[in-house]
Structures are given as structure tokens and as C-alpha cells.
């Protein structure tokens, strides 16, 4: 076994535990890992010099002292960041499970199609997202045979690269609160997850400025991040609050905060509960309190 991949495997061993060096041997010989004890000890001798280990010496009573081993600071990050690409494969290979499902059974189909409901061939769709997966680029699929004759903005964060052929696509760099476009002109926004709880009130605003007076918002954000839990939570709704606090540094909102919110901006707010996603679905207030200049056309986009 090639150095790095042993120094993984070594680590996921670990967690919050302590080993001496022959019972990391014990345990790798068990999982059919043959390394020889002198090989193992350099190996273990290199992740504390790296800082992907701690040691100390521990009196024996039968013999010379022995050093024992726990995790360290560094390997700490290096297992949350081997779990976070593990998260990510599950996410893609899930999405495109997902998106294989026929319609009745499809949960895609079953969170969007009363969001795009009602809308027309020149009808204008927006995507708001912090990142980009196989599932975003089916809901901009399905926005385009939807309505093939009006225009689908796609608004992501500037280092995330999205590579969608679609005649009336338009991928733009953008966040919550700056969207580039203008005022009135969207049938329906998508908002995908959520902004932090000290920016929402600025996102709201410009959610409200972009959108047509009888137009749509849409939000679809893991539950999780609505409501407190108590242990022990599902697979599912843990690798999605760790994934958001760990990667996009996320925060919870509270539900109560939010509906509040969002009805300083938005009428017939109503929430819908699908597996582990939490879909809200409102529609802009005609007088919403919006004084902080967001009547200001941002963009040429029409």
C-alpha cells in the first residue's frame, strides 16, 4: 500500500480514540492491510512530524514506556475533508439516482412541478444556488422545455463552473442579495438553500425587486437547517447539516424567523415538507417594504 493511501486509512482508524503502535498493526492486519511493525512505526513517526498525530509516552508496568497515539489537529482536517468528498460522490451518484426516477415516484418532479407550475413557453426562470450538482442542471432542463421561448438565468458564485449548452441559458456570477437583473422581469425564482440569517433580509428584498408582480418564489433548502433536532438524527438529514456548516460555513435559521420574514416581502407563503428538503413557495407583495434602492434597474438583461 502506497504511503498516503496507508496514512488514510491509519487516520479513519482513529476518531477520538488513543492506540499504541502494535494495536494499529493488530487492527490493519484484520482489515487484511499487511504491513511490517518497522514500516508502520516510520509511517506513524511521519503523521506527528506532519501533525496528523499526537504522542506521548505512557509508563508500562512490565516493561519500557510505550508511546500512544490519538489524532491530531491536522488530521482532524484531513478526515473532515476525506468525509466531505465522500459526502460530495454520495450527492452525485444520489442526484443521478434521482433523476431516474419515472415521474410518479420522482422526487424532482414531485419538489418542482408546483414551482414551474403555470408557467408559459416565453415565461422568464432564475436559479439562485452556492453550488452546482447534477439535480441543479436538471432543474434547468426541466425550466427550459417548460418554457424554450423565454430566458433561464443561472446564478452561482463566481469560482463554481457550470458547462450547460442551452440556446436560452444565461450563467451569470451572482449571490443572493446581487442578482443582475432587472427589476420585474422573472416568472419564477429558484432559491437553493439559504442566505446567512444577518444577509436574508437583503436577499429578500432583491428576490422581490427581480420577480414580476404575479410572479414566483421558490425556496428548497434541507429542513435540517429550519428546525432544532434531537439525536439521533437520519443519515440523511446529518450528512446535510454537516455539509452545510462545514463546507458553505452555514447557519440554521430559524423557521419562525424566516416565515416572518419573508412576509414582510411576500404573500401566501406555504411550506411543503418532501423526504428531507423543506420547499416554500410565496409570491411577492405588491407594496413589500423595500426602501433600500432595490427599484434601481441592475442590469440590461431582458
Known sequence: ????????????????????????????????????????????TEMMREGLLEGRWEKSRKGPKRRIYK????????????????????????GKYLMGLVPKVNVLDIIYSPLTEGLEAR?????????????????????????PQGQIYLIKPKLVEIDLNLENLTVM????????LREGLLDLLVIVDLPRKNSLEA???????????????????????????????????????????????????????LQTQLKSFFTRVKERQIVHMAVIQASPRKHASTNSGSATMKSAYS
Open 1 to 44: 500500500m502506497r504511503t498516503e493511501d496507508l496514512k488514510k486509512t491509519v487516520l479513519k482508524m482513529f476518531g477520538g480514540r488513543e492506540f499504541y503502535g502494535y494495536e494499529v498493526h493488530k487492527i490493519l492486519l484484520s482489515r487484511d492491510v499487511d504491513i511490517e511493525i518497522s514500516r508502520l512505526y516510520r509511517v506513524l
Open 71 to 94: 489524532i491530531g489537529e491536522k488530521g482532524r482536517d484531513e478526515l473532515d475533508k476525506m468525509f466531505l468528498e465522500a459526502i460530495q460522490i454520495v450527492h452525485m451518484f444520489y
Open 123 to 147: 415565461s422568464n426562470v432564475a436559479c439562485v444556488t452556492p453550488q452546482y450538482t447534477p439535480m441543479h442542471g436538471w432543474f434547468v432542463q426541466t425550466a427550459h422545455g417548460i418554457s
Open 173 to 180: 456570477n451572482g449571490s443572493y442579495s446581487d442578482i443582475s
Open 203 to 257: 436577499a429578500l428584498k432583491e428576490w422581490h425587486r427581480v420577480l414580476k408582480p404575479d410572479g414566483k418564489l421558490g425556496i428548497v433548502t434541507p429542513s435540517i437547517l429550519l428546525q432544532e433536532h434531537e439525536d439521533p438524527l437520519t443519515i440523511g438529514d446529518f450528512v446535510e447539516k454537516y455539509e452545510h456548516e462545514t463546507i458553505e460555513r452555514g447557519e440554521k435559521i430559524d423557521r419562525r424567523f
